[in-house]
């Protein structure tokens, strides 16, 4: 999950609550490793009336996908408002090639509890405050209106480990709008994966729609295996 954040998208009934940001965001990106076609992305929302719900698949292909097979599909579901988000429940199927796994989270007041799938070191009635990780996706990849641009600050738990996703430093480039972001490892994760790497810098690249708001075209990372990019089709 770490390795899927850093390339790093049903309304739930909540009566009379104030309406923030509603829309809606389908966006399938392309995503290469070295240059090379390494597979895609799909990140599908909808918010309305103080509602999120989005659903996401990072399918590997191309030549890294001749190597090695990856397919992640998620949903999750919850309130928002502005940038903040709150699940309520999450749910993501994993395979690998050598492993699949499920995992399910729901929430309460802020609280996650794991449902199904393994958990680790970190308990996680202390993770308050915290969203899944396809929130997090969809918070970072959301098309948005122009007072939400770059603005994120989210903590992240998977069931196993904490991390943390961050926007900030928006400016106008070639008619763009630049985001500096930074994905950040934090709780639970080994002595080596820390070793190995904590901070993942990326950008991300939104462009002006027609109809006033703004969304990601393009996002530049570090991964462990090189730098990447997704491009939007």
């Known amino acids: 999950m770490a ?11 909540l009566g009379a609550c104030p309406v923030w940001a509603d829309g ?3 966006a399938v990106f392309d995503l290469a490793i070295r240059g090379l076609s390494a597979g895609s992305l799909t990140v599908k929302g909808k918010e309305q009336g103080g509602s999120y719900a989005t659903s996401g698949v990072l399918q590997s292909g191309g030549m890294v996908g001749l190597l090695a097979r990856l397919n992640y599909t998620a949903s999750a579901k919850g309130r928002v408002k502005g940038a903040q988000f709150q699940p309520s429940r999450y749910d993501e199927t994993a395979d690998t090639g050598k492993r699949k796994s499920k995992t399910t989270m729901t ?7 794991v449902v ?3 958990t680790g070191a970190l308990d996680p009635a202390s993770q308050r405050g915290t969203v899944d990780p396809l929130t ?11 007072g939400d ?3 994120l600050n989210v903590q992240m738990f998977d069931g196993k480990r904490r991390s943390q996703v961050r926007l900030a430093n928006p400016r106008e480039e070639g008619g763009m709008i630049t985001c500096d972001g930074e994905y950040r490892r934090l709780k639970g994760f080994s002595a080596k994966d820390m070793a ?3 901070r993942f810098p990326f950008n991300l690249f939104y462009a002006k729609t027609a109809d006033g708001r703004y969304r990601v075209e393009k996002v530049v990372t570090q991964t462990l295996y090189g730098n990447a990019s997704l491009t939007r089709r």
Request: with cysteine; glycine share 10%; aromatic share 8%.
């Open 3 to 13: 390795r899927i954040s850093t390339v790093l998208a049903v309304v739930a009934g």
């Open 24 to 26: 809606g965001t389908d």
């Open 107 to 113: 929430y309460s007041r802020g609280v996650p509890r």
């Open 116 to 118: 199904t799938g393994e």
């Open 136 to 146: 997090a996706i969809y918070a970072a990849f959301r098309d948005v209106n122009a």
């Open 149 to 151: 641009v770059c603005k």
């Open 196 to 198: 190995e790497k904590s």
